[in-house]
């Protein structure tokens, strides 16, 4: 009796899982560049001053993490364009945002810990001779996807 109610339970708790493991979100991927990556699951927007605004599609991928970013108002060739860059870690316990251009690389947007320990968001982009101080949006960021933001760069013409 003892190990029919174990296997009873074994089956149980098997197909318990196959259930659980149908119902679980796959993991999609894209290709950027040539390269596979897997969207974060959230977007980030940063706004600042004269309505520019920045949505960041993160993702990940076998060579380190990248973000699409995407300019909006800005008086910039970056116009409403979205741009692929790498993710790399910044001084001051920061992220900066990294993009080629040309021959050389470009910091596009760069966060630290002011004095006060306070995040700060400084953006960079060409056409702009100062850094343009943002600030991140929770209403603008539940309003992307970055899925969306990938898929925005996969169709944008090169």
């Given amino acids: 009796m003892n190990n029919r109610l174990v296997l ?3 089956a149980f708790f098997l197909l318990r899982m196959n259930a659980q493991a149908a119902d679980a979100p796959a993991v999609e ?3 950027i560049d040539g390269k596979t990556v897997t969207p974060a699951r959230y977007a980030k927007a940063f706004i600042g001053p004269g309505n520019v605004r920045v949505d960041v599609g993160p993702y990940s991928g076998v060579k380190g993490d990248g973000a699409i970013l ?3 108002g800005i008086e910039s060739e970056w116009d409403g364009k979205a741009i692929n860059h790498r993710m790399e870690e910044a001084a001051y316990h920061g ?16 966060s630290r810990k ?4 306070e995040e700060r968001w400084d953006l960079y982009v060409p056409g702009v001779k100062d850094s343009i101080q943002l600030v991140p949006s929770d209403g603008a960021s539940q309003a992307l996807s970055p899925k969306a933001i990938l898929q925005d760069y996969q169709r944008q013409p090169k």
Wanted: glycine share 6%.
């Fill in 95 to 110: 992220i900066r945002y990294v993009t080629q251009r040309g021959t050389h690389p470009w910091v596009t947007l760069v």
């Fill in 29 to 31: 991927t894209l290709q």
């Fill in 70 to 72: 995407v300019f909006h």
């Fill in 114 to 117: 002011d004095n006060r320990g």
């Fill in 8 to 10: 009873l339970l074994a």
